[in-house]
């Protein structure tokens, strides 16, 4: 399909968000479209539609039956492919519908999903990994990262204040992955003035996002460190980020569906002109060594957040050239245009 007929294709989307105000809604389909000057349709049916863009909250038992004259393209940023069997997969359907995503309930959302998949004309996904796992159902997969051009770009600096401020960003609901650093925060904050900011929701729920309200300072009180709480926002990232040393990104190595995320926060905190030490997950090794960084910020056990952690903390210096070199990377081969490229040649394949 040409550039030409994308233009003057009939294009539905079905949001993340019904006010395409989640992240998800800002960084992916609807990003590229805007810079591509496309025109779409927020919708919930194929009908009178040439193209459709399908996010995650979409009715997977409803558009494995869309017909073939409609063109389907399924988003699935996410690895589920890799989660593990269990409770929480199990419930996954059932949630969906009983949150009005779905129809009917299923009992095997994994085997849901990978029908939907043999259905899609292509498949968007975040990591080569995922390629791999998704082309046993598609012979179209293209892996796109997330469009971040809400994000503002910061000059890399070196931090005047005293003490050790660190920074996270997420969703409420991964905060347990940074437990695995509480015994090198504790060890740190035992010698240095440290502060840990959290930029997330202050209240989100636990159980697929849906059920059981959780206040984020509930999680947090036992840690033993000083943590301060920021409600997320685009500004707010700006705001904390000027007055932070060095971001985190820890994930669950054990957790083969938190492993497989992609490197999108390392990214955003590069923008934001910060150093970002990181668990050694594919993605992260991948971007790191983009960046020419990996030695230096990778981590798998407590000991190597608390030695990095330590070394960054007394080389502010070398703090500067990897936030430098992670910009240079987050600028360049992460660059929006490419990004769009690739998006571009979704479409072409359609």
Aim: charged share 25%; hydrophobic share 40%.
């Amino acid at each position: 399909m040409t550039a030409e007929n994308v233009t003057q294709s009939e294009i539905g989307y079905v949001p993340h968000g019904q006010r395409l105000e989640r992240p998800f809604d800002r960084r992916r389909f609807p990003c590229y479209a805007k810079m591509r000057g496309l025109s779409f349709r927020s919708v919930d049916d194929w009908k009178d539609h040439d193209i459709v863009v399908l996010s995650p909250s979409a009715d997977v038992t409803r558009w494995v039956n869309a017909p073939s004259d409609c063109r389907i393209v399924v988003d699935l940023p996410d690895s589920y492919l890799d989660e593990r069997r269990g409770v929480r997969r199990s419930f996954r359907g059932l949630a969906k519908w009983a949150a009005g995503e779905s129809h009917r309930p299923t009992l095997n959302y994994g085997r849901a999903i990978e029908r939907l998949l043999e259905r899609a004309d292509a498949v968007v996904c975040s990591t080569d990994e995922q390629v791999v796992n998704i082309s046993k159902y598609s012979a179209n997969v293209h892996p796109i990262l997330d469009l971040h051009s809400e994000i503002e770009v910061r000059r890399p600096t070196i931090s005047g204040g005293t003490g050790l401020d660190i920074m996270w960003e997420g969703l409420a609901v991964t905060l347990p992955a940074i437990e695995q650093m509480l015994p090198a925060l504790k060890s740190l904050s035992s010698r240095y003035e440290l502060r840990l900011h959290l930029v997330t929701d202050l209240r989100y729920k636990r159980y697929m996002n849906r059920f059981r309200t959780c206040l984020t300072e509930d999680v947090v009180a036992p840690w033993g460190i000083e943590v301060r709480l920021h409600q997320w926002s685009v500004d707010t990232l700006a705001e904390v980020a000027d007055g932070c040393d060095i971001a985190v990104v820890p994930v669950d190595l054990s957790d083969p569906m938190a492993a497989g995320k992609p490197e999108n926060r390392m990214r955003i905190f590069w923008r934001l002109g910060l150093p970002v030490v990181v668990s050694a997950s594919s993605a992260h090794v991948r971007a790191a060594s983009l960046a020419d960084i990996a030695g230096q910020v990778l981590c798998t056990t407590s000991d190597d957040w608390r030695r990095v952690l330590e070394r960054l903390h007394e080389r502010p210096d070398e703090r500067l050239r990897i936030a430098e070199a992670g910009q240079a990377a987050a600028l360049s081969t992460y660059s929006e245009e490419s990004l769009a490229s690739r998006w571009d040649r979704l479409f072409e394949s359609l």
